[in-house]
Each structure stands twice: as structure tokens, then as C-alpha cells.
């Protein structure tokens, strides 16, 4: 790819959405399992703590427990993978770390929680977990056009210069 034609994709449309689709999707995933982790210490301060997302998730698990048929068995292993994987995900779809997976990643994330949702009585949230695998969606279809992401930067160290082909 010549270097003028990879300035003008920079500039495409399609690469700045697909740049900010990864963004918001990105933060919403870490910044859900980060609020999973904070606590309030001693000193009025928020700190990263592990058992705070325990504490968090057996509420949730308990909502899910009186509400739904899912067995509590899996109900704790999904609770104690998921905070992990919502701050896995969303840093590496923020950084385009093999942005394809990362997205698909994302959306099975949202569709599980989409999955648990349904199945409470007031199930209005299970309709924003729509509009995120939406937003998703928007994300692959854009993929081609990745910019400003590690895939990228991965990609140039390892393609040849114009000048080692003559």
C-alpha cells in the first residue's frame, strides 16, 4: 500500500467511525467492570478491589437467582468470569488489539447479557443490550477501515517498504 493512499484511508469516514465505534464500545465494556471493582477505602478515595466485584456480583447473581431458571452453579461462574472479561475486552477493543476477535468478543459479551436480562420480569434493559450489539454490528461492518489501533502498527512493522520490493 503506498503511503498516499494509507494518509487518505486516515482520512476516511469510514475509519473515523469505525475509530469511535471501537471508543465507545471499548469504554462502556471496561468502565462496566470497572464499577464492579470499586470501592470506597478508609480514606473517602475509590480503590480497586477484587472483593468488591465478589460482593457486586453475588447481588446481581441473587436478583437472577430469585428471578430466573438459571441454576446458581452457573450463575457463580458466569458472575466471577464476567467483571474480568467486560475489562479485558473493552481494553482490548479501546486499543484495537486484533480488533476483529475483540469486537466479536464484545458482542457475545452484550449477547449474554442480553440472554440473562430476558429472562427477569422487567426486562427493559435487555432492549439497551440491543442497541449495544447494534453498535457492534456498526463496529465489524467498519473494521476494514481500522485506524489508530495496535492491528495497525503490528501491520506496519511486519509489510515490506515500496523500497525492498524494487
Do not use: H
Not at 38 to 66: C, H, R, V
Not at 85 to 92: D, E, H, K, N, T
Amino acid at each position: 500500500m503506498s503511503e498516499q493512499s494509507k494518509c487518505c484511508k486516515f482520512f476516511q469516514g469510514e475509519a473515523w467511525a469505525c475509530f469511535f465505534l471501537r471508543m465507545w464500545i471499548g469504554m462502556r465494556l471496561m468502565f462496566a467492570g470497572l464499577t464492579k471493582f470499586l470501592g470506597k477505602n478508609e480514606e473517602g478515595g475509590w480503590s480497586f478491589d477484587p472483593e468488591n466485584a465478589q460482593y457486586t456480583m453475588s447481588n446481581i447473581t441473587a436478583t437472577m437467582e430469585a428471578n430466573t431458571a438459571i441454576p446458581k452453579f452457573m450463575l457463580d461462574q458466569y458472575s466471577t468470569v464476567l467483571p474480568w472479561a467486560l475489562l479485558l475486552v473493552g481494553a482490548s477493543v479501546m486499543l484495537g488489539f486484533f480488533t476483529r476477535i475483540s469486537l466479536f468478543l464484545a458482542g457475545a459479551l452484550v449477547l449474554s447479557l442480553s440472554f440473562g436480562l430476558m429472562l427477569l420480569p422487567d426486562d427493559t434493559a435487555a432492549v439497551e443490550r440491543g442497541v449495544e450489539i447494534i453498535v457492534v454490528g456498526l463496529a465489524l461492518m467498519t473494521v476494514k477501515n481500522n485506524v489508530g489501533a495496535v492491528d495497525n502498527l503490528i501491520g506496519m512493522a511486519f509489510s515490506k517498504d515500496d523500497e525492498e520490493e524494487a
